[in-house]
């Protein structure tokens, strides 16, 4: 089978969050399975001189966008038995960051665009399109719309969309659609919503298949406290919604052979996490004492807790434990950590910012993750966590209801259900006893870098999906 699977961005060449990571190693896995995959993206400023070196220069050729005609450039680039493909367009997309410009809405009508014009000129027919969250969810509606019945390489494509994140839904003014997204006034009823159009209400309403990216979030999203407002559509959509767990790249985030940490060390053998501990609390210039240290790394924005974390910082604290922090985001959290190392420099650290290097040191390094989001789709830092042999501390929703199990029940980690300091802290306390006792520690330490978060599952699923969407 020929699956193109598109997105705005992936590891390695570019990465704003957790989509990047999806979708640097998810098509690998499915191309494991025999079928031809290929991604395609656009070709930011971002992407680093290293690659571009190795980039193919396919062709050139212009893309309509509503009444213009613009020049766009199809690099290629093969990579564990996937074709990358890169849009290039230096008007759009030669910025310094990725998203938050003025014109978003016309950078991805542009991309959506190009993505179905090149299919003309590649070497590659697809059967599956799998488009990812709102920046490409006009590629289905597109499809429908202009391409449908256009012939030759256009016969019969199947969609899938795919929901990383519905706080992003790509909601515009009316005012956009004649002279940027270019839909005829009587079709415009396929993306509006609320009075407003709403890119990925079009791809629901239109795709062959929804999936998101945990079971329990497609089930969540039918729900107004998750949905920012699309459980309407979604409602009525259910009979083609589901959601498959993300997996992570477990070579790359493998601490036995981990070439940026302290020391490697294993399910079987746990002595070079002792190693790791100690090179944070050098890094971060704490003193060692011998309590549970605990780490969070996390964009500070609203679904991911951090007001439950602010609530009872101190009770933490007095639970007598360290604590080290990497992100950035909302300036009130960053204050507040900020606040909370100078109040307890030798507890608590804090690096403002994000750093992939740092992030993987925390990761061996720590002995417990927290996790309090509110909503989590599927959550992708529980599971390098554990594969690190550091304990997750999760609310129980999205993904991390799926990834993570009580010690309870014999599970990895601990989770706590209502949106609730008190809930959060008691797990975090239930976690602390759980330290103390050295010998069960290490077992469920063994346990957790032992769960299979790999690809392997969920490639199947995603398999099998597009093979019943293709009849095959
Ligand atoms: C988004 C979600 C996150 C998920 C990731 C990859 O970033 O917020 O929960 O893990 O996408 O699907």
């Not at 990383?164 to 005829?184: R, T």
């Not at 650290?349 to 417990?368: C, E, H, S, V």
Request: glycine letters at 8%; a negative charge.
């Amino acid at each position: 089978m020929n699956i193109l699977y598109v997105t705005s961005e992936a590891v390695p060449f570019c990465k704003t969050g957790g989509l990047a990571d999806v979708a640097g190693s998810l098509p690998q896995s499915l191309a494991a399975n025999g079928d031809r995959v290929s991604v395609i993206l656009p070709l930011y400023q971002s992407v680093a001189d290293a690659w571009r070196d190795r980039l193919h220069f396919e062709r050139y050729t212009y893309v309509r966008l509503a009444w213009r005609s613009l020049y766009c450039g199809l690099f290629s680039y093969e990579r564990q038995g996937v074709t990358w493909y890169f849009v290039d367009n230096e008007q759009y997309f030669k910025r310094p960051e990725l998203y938050g410009y003025y014109d978003d809405a016309e950078r991805y009508v542009f991309f959506s665009r190009a993505v179905l014009e090149m299919l003309k000129y590649i070497q590659f027919k697809p059967q599956v399109i799998n488009s990812n969250d709102w920046q490409c969810a006009l590629i289905p509606v597109y499809y429908d719309l202009f391409y449908r019945n256009a012939g030759g390489c256009y016969d019969n494509i199947k969609h899938v969309f795919t929901i990383h994140n519905i706080g992003y839904q790509g909601q515009y003014g009316l005012d956009l659609v004649k002279d940027i997204v270019g839909i005829p006034p009587h079709k415009v009823n396929i993306i509006e919503y609320d009075g407003d159009i709403n890119f990925m209400k079009g791809a629901i309403e239109v795709a062959d298949k929804v999936t998101t990216v945990s079971p329990t979030y497609a089930k969540e999203i039918l729900d107004p406290w998750f949905s920012h407002g699309l459980d309407r559509i979604l409602v009525s959509k259910q009979y083609k919604t589901c959601g498959f767990l993300n997996g992570i790249d477990t070579e790359m985030y493998n601490p036995e052979t981990d070439s940026g940490i302290a020391a490697n060390f294993s399910a079987k053998d746990h002595k070079g996490k002792a190693a790791c501990k100690s090179a944070i609390f050098n890094e971060f210039g704490m003193p060692e004492y011998k309590i549970p240290l605990l780490a969070m790394i996390s964009r500070f924005a609203d679904h991911k807790g951090f007001d439950l974390v602010r609530a009872v910082f101190d009770d933490i604290i007095a639970t007598d434990m360290q604590v080290v922090i990497l992100g950035s985001g909302e300036s009130q959290y960053e204050e507040f950590f900020q606040n909370m190392h100078w109040r307890y420099p030798d507890k608590v650290g804090f690096y403002r910012g994000f750093n992939t290097g740092l992030a993987k040191r925390i990761y061996a390094g720590a002995d417990m993750f927290l996790m309090p989001s509110k909503s989590e789709p599927c959550g992708l830092a529980q599971m390098i966590s554990a594969r690190y042999g550091t304990i997750p501390i999760v609310r129980a929703t999205g993904g991390l209801k799926d990834s993570i199990v009580d010690y309870g029940d014999n599970g990895i980690g601990f989770t706590f259900q209502s949106y609730n300091a008190h809930d959060m802290l008691g797990a975090i306390q239930r976690a602390k006893e759980a330290y103390d006792n050295r010998m069960s520690w290490g077992r469920l330490v063994t346990r957790a870098m032992k769960a299979d978060f790999s690809w392997a599952q969920s490639a199947k699923l995603y398999i099998g999906l597009y093979k019943e969407l293709c009849g095959e």
